[in-house]
């Protein structure tokens, strides 16, 4: 499958700072990238749709000030955490999609971004 | 209704016998499913994905789809204590554009 990595892979920073992660598909271009956060023993809550070269669409109750998203290219996503909180500790994931020739799309994940806000 | 539903387990079988996994789903428009293996602290991993009805096989794994009755399955032939996990599946709703998952079903294969 395709190779999605996410950077850095765990961040501990202190409350009020911002944090930035990023996804980049390394192996195929992802017009269409997805950031998910996942709380302890939780599935996985989609938080916003990045597609390269316009806004991302944030789901509902997501901030869109809080949380900036930045598609620069088919490659890199960015996610800011922009005046982290202790309660914005979580397991991010990014998620790249990659359409098949069949007209599948298949979604690959990074590895993650454990961020721990002190 | 939830969207996508899975029973959250756990559930437990014994190394070598199959594991059945469950999920239903709601949006009868849906056309492409996928079932992901998430270990414990890790990213989901994608196991397979299914869109035709009927049966799909890849190695141990097969996943089963019935559109009619809105329902994947994913059978686990000899389980091995390496697959215990938790097993999501996802499926794509809102017209393709969103990937909306279940919340997971954690499986133990015992020794």
């Known amino acids: 499958g395709a190779v999605v990595s996410q950077h850095p892979s765990w961040v501990i920073c202190k409350s009020g700072t911002s944090v930035k992660i990023e996804c980049r598909s390394l192996?195929?271009?992802?017009?269409?990238m997805f950031w998910y956060r996942q709380f302890p023993k939780q599935s996985l809550m989609l938080m916003a749709t990045?597609?390269?070269?316009?806004?991302?669409?944030?789901e509902q109750g997501v901030e869109k000030d809080k949380f900036l998203i930045n598609h620069a290219s088919l490659t890199l996503s960015t996610l800011t955490v922009t005046s982290a909180h202790p309660e914005d500790s979580s397991f991010y994931i990014c998620?790249?999609?990659?359409?098949?020739?069949?007209?599948?799309?298949?979604?690959?994940f990074g590895p993650g971004t454990r961020l721990t806000v002190l | 209704q939830k969207e996508v539903e899975q029973n959250s387990g756990p559930l437990s079988v014994p190394e070598g016998a199959i594991a059945s996994l469950n999920c239903t789903y709601s949006?009868?428009?849906?056309?492409?499913f996928f079932w992901y293996r998430q270990y414990s602290g890790k990213s989901p991993e994608l196991i397979m994905f299914?869109?035709?009805?009927g049966d799909k096989e890849d190695g141990r794994f097969t996943a089963q789809l019935n559109k009619a009755s809105q329902y994947v399955s994913l059978l686990i032939r000899d389980s091995q204590p390496s697959d215990s996990a938790t097993y999501l599946c996802?499926?794509?709703?809102?017209?393709?554009?969103?990937?909306?998952f279940g919340t997971g079903t954690q499986l133990k294969v015992e020794l």
């Open positions: 192996d195929f271009q992802a017009t269409t």
């Open positions: 996802a499926v794509f709703t809102g017209g393709g554009n969103k990937l909306t």
């Open positions: 998620s790249a999609r990659e359409t098949r020739r069949s007209g599948v799309n298949e979604q690959f």
């Open positions: 990045s597609n390269e070269g316009s806004k991302a669409t944030y």
């Open positions: 299914i869109y035709s009805n």
């Open positions: 949006d009868r428009g849906s056309q492409s």
